[in-house]
């Protein structure tokens, strides 16, 4: 595909089960981002990953959330212990940084749900 | 800390008319400026972006106006039309902030027929 998927599109959890959420960023993309935006609220960094850099984590709200970037390509973005606060639409997104235009390009969203 | 700040937070305009979104930012070391565009259930796309060499960037009726010593940036839509209505982010980035985006909180945008 030609652009950022992300899958599930939707997922409804109960309190306290683990989810996770993927993403297939644009191929040679080497920069992957996960963002969270609650509902009518502006986008929340969570995590960065750049080539074989150790990722940038300042933004993960706890230690129930984790990613990983296996082969510099697909994400999976994981949240433990879900809590309802954590209902949000989760959004990645993939660049290639650097370069005259440093274009993010955004994924459709995974909405989480918790019960 | 919020590293850019973005107002107003909602915004209704007639059609035919012009929409203006404001942001400021702290850090200097930022060094390209994004607007994006989203609409409902859908990822932010990117609209119209600057760098801080320029004063002004054009692209039909969306224009970008930047005031480097003043820190601000703002988006004008020329012409807005009920297909405009979306939420709009500008957001701020640089290699030296490990090419991190720093978002504004969103302007929701709704032209009026």
């Known amino acids: 595909g030609a652009g950022v998927s992300q899958s599930p599109s939707n997922k409804v959890t109960e309190k306290g089960k683990d989810v996770e959420l993927r993403c297939d960023p644009i191929?040679?993309?080497?920069?992957l981002y996960w963002y969270r935006q609650s509902l009518g609220q502006g986008l929340e960094f969570l995590i960065y990953f750049q080539g074989n850099s150790a990722p940038d984590k300042s933004g993960l709200p706890s230690d129930r959330f984790s990613a990983e970037r296996t082969g510099g390509s697909v994400s999976t973005l994981t949240i433990q212990r879900t809590q309802q606060e954590d209902s949000a639409v989760y959004l990645c997104?993939?660049?290639?940084?650097?370069?005259?235009?440093?274009?993010?390009?955004f994924g459709p969203g995974t909405r989480l749900t918790v019960l | 800390q919020q590293q850019v700040k973005q107002s107003p937070q909602s915004l209704i305009v007639q059609k035919g008319g012009i929409s203006i979104i404001n942001c400021a930012y702290e850090n200097t070391a930022f060094d390209y400026f994004p607007w994006y565009q989203q609409f409902p259930g859908k990822g932010p796309a990117l609209l119209i972006a600057?760098?801080?060499?320029?004063s002004e960037k054009k692209e039909g009726r969306f224009t970008i106006s930047f005031n480097k010593s003043a820190k601000q940036f703002s988006l004008h839509i020329m012409d807005s039309q009920p297909g405009d209505s979306a939420t709009y982010f500008c957001a701020a980035t640089s290699p030296y902030t490990g090419n991190q985006f720093y978002f504004g909180t969103g302007t929701s945008l709704t032209v009026i027929p």
């Open positions: 600057i760098r801080p060499d320029v």
């Open positions: 191929s040679g993309h080497t920069a």
């Open positions: 997104a993939s660049s290639t940084p650097g370069g005259k235009k440093n274009e993010q390009f």
